[in-house]
């Protein structure tokens, strides 16, 4: 039996409202009003992109309910793609009446723009959506472009940084919006294997998704840990004694990637390393920093982004 999650009930319950094909672009704008007036914790989380608001993890359930069945994907000529709903069941019966509401005010308060009413105004209401357009320009005027570009220099710094972060706890839209706030230029993956079974963090989507948001991704394996020494870890003196050993054995043994880090950070000025848990003391991520921090000629602070 198929699991349908709460969240995918949403979208097929928004599609059903609309009660048109919709397309890529207009959806995660139509999710995006919606978020906007759920009460609590919101279904999805969006970051500024090409198009502006876009959840990955929205895009990932439609690709998702398209395999079930639920929805059909149709291509278009202008490389973007049309939702048309294939099932009959009426979902929004499975909501809550506060998510009910929200797809009811969504509908009729937007249901009848265009794709591009949709986008300009979900760029004049939350201008930091807009920061990475590439359309902007032709749908703003001279003054709300304005104010844009406001909100980029808003997250724009001169002075050189390395910071760590942990994506446990986070979604991947959550963690690329800290990224962006710290105007991080370039993310340093410092996993042994950059794969993970949380939504987004495996290399190949968390690299597009970096670089979607103007971020450069590296991945340096050499200064990771192998999974079976992870093993066993129960107390922070557990922790303490794995990167006690690695700093003398696996850390000295690939210093030249530690230099390679090095010399990123000197180029780009504002790095940050990453791996998986949350409390930076039981990351190893923690001690590359330590050592990068304490190399010679250090010009750079050191921060810790945490949830």
């Keep these: 039996m198929q699991v349908l999650y709460y969240r995918r009930k949403i979208i097929l319950a928004l599609l059903e409202a609309l009660g048109k094909d919709v397309s890529a672009k207009s959806l ?26 876009f959840s990955f993890q929205a895009n990932q359930d439609l690709v998702v309910l398209s395999k079930q ?7 278009t000529e202008r490389k973007d793609s049309l939702y048309h709903s294939l099932h009959e069941t009426h979902f929004i019966r499975d909501l809550d009446l506060f998510d009910t509401q929200a797809i009811r005010e969504v509908c009729k308060l937007y249901g009848n723009m265009s794709q591009n009413e949709l986008i300009a105004y979900t760029y004049r209401t939350n201008p930091f959506t807009a920061i990475n357009s590439t359309i902007a320009q032709y749908l703003l005027t001279q003054e709300e472009m304005d104010k844009v570009r406001k909100y980029r220099e808003r997250y724009k710094f001169t002075s050189s940084v390395l910071m760590t972060i942990g994506y446990e706890g986070f979604t991947l839209e959550k963690y690329l919006k800290q990224l962006i706030c710290n105007d991080i230029r370039v993310l340093c993956d410092v996993r042994k294997n950059a794969f993970s ?32 020494n992870r093993k066993a870890l129960n107390t922070q003196e557990d922790y303490d004694r794995l990167f006690e050993e690695y700093e003398q054995t696996s850390l000295k043994q690939n210093w030249d ?19 998986f ?18 190399l010679p000629n250090v010009t750079y602070d050191f921060q810790e982004i945490l949830l």
């Design 197 to 228: 079974m949380k939504y987004g963090f495996s290399k190949g989507i968390l690299q597009k998704a970096c670089e979607g948001v103007g971020i450069k991704y590296i991945h340096v394996p050499a200064l990771g840990i192998e999974s079976e």
């Design 257 to 275: 990637a530690l230099l390679y880090v090095r010399s990123v950070l000197d180029e780009e000025k504002r790095v940050c390393l990453t791996c």
């Design 69 to 75: 069945g639920y929805l059909d994907i149709e291509k």
């Design 28 to 53: 995660q704008k139509y999710l995006f009003l919606f978020t906007r007036r759920q009460v609590g914790e919101k279904a999805f989380d969006f970051v500024p992109y090409k198009y502006g608001c």
């Design 277 to 294: 848990e949350k409390d930076p003391r039981q990351c190893h991520r923690t001690r590359v920093a330590r050592a990068l921090m304490e």
